[in-house]
């Protein structure tokens, strides 16, 4: 499988999904690019574990991504940005297939994740000022069980041990919520709880 054919498959599966959204007042808007490589055999997804003397999530595995700038004229550009800033990945190796369901942080963000088929040889370089190192978790390591579980605020979220990476929080709830819907995947989650009610945060 191509770029372009896993592009048009997630494509045309993303075009009968409407994503959650919630409208919160106070929360600040950011953006993360959920990248899955084009690799024929070995798809994987791009992620980055963030530098120790970062104002918040130091150390934390991420997706590279941000808040979301004046200049931006949109989320997807936002994702797009902070993607080429974090590693270098320039716009124009990125197929974009659509935003997925927003998440709340814990630091008061309002997050969107922004789906991506990326070529799976792109040349790619952590910036040291943001992140320690960047990796590829392979989507097949995802079939095994999650290593372990936590619950937040009657949310369960799973948590895996890669190598020496610890991927859980937001970053494994996007994962997951991704996996299920788009690669046949049927990891536990908990209920998100509506907009309405109380927050679905602190993932």
Known sequence: MN???LFFRLSGEWQGHQPRRFSRAGLREA?????VTDHPYQPSLLLTRRAADMPTHQGEVAFPGGKRDDTDHDLVATALREAHEEVGLSPEYVQVVGMLDQVVSKYGFLVTPVLAVIPHDVALTADPRELDCLFHVPLAFFDQPPSGYFQRDGIRMPTWIFERFR???LTAYI??????RYFAAEIALGTVVPATAEDPEDV
């Open 3 to 5: 770029q372009s054919d």
């Open 167 to 169: 991927i859980w929080g």
């Open 175 to 180: 994962t997951a919520e991704m996996l299920n």
């Open 31 to 35: 953006a993360v690019l959920v990248a």
